[in-house]
């Protein structure tokens, strides 16, 4: 399924920070919400900073929001 919004299409792609469960460490997954997915603008883009993994050393990508996907 596409969405489109002001001419820009999204898609739902698979959250990588809970690799598609909607759950992280027993909790509700910050970056999807508990989904499994997140809608990421097309084409998507793997986030360059944590090249898709979500995480970074220091914790969660803030560049992505944890969903591995380029949201700028």
């Given at each position: 399924m596409v969405y489109t919004y002001v001419d820009t299409?999204?898609?739902?792609?698979?959250?990588?920070?809970?690799?598609g469960t909607g759950h992280v460490e027993g909790k509700i997954c910050e970056a999807?919400?508990?989904q499994g997915n997140v809608l990421v603008a097309q084409p998507?883009?793997?986030?360059?900073l944590c090249n898709g993994s979500?995480?970074?050393?220091?914790?969660?990508?803030?560049?992505?929001g944890g969903s591995g996907w380029a949201l700028f």
């Open positions: 299409e999204y898609a739902p792609e698979r959250c990588s920070l809970c690799n999807c919400g508990g998507a883009i793997i986030c360059p979500g995480n970074l050393e220091s914790g969660t990508c803030r560049a992505c």
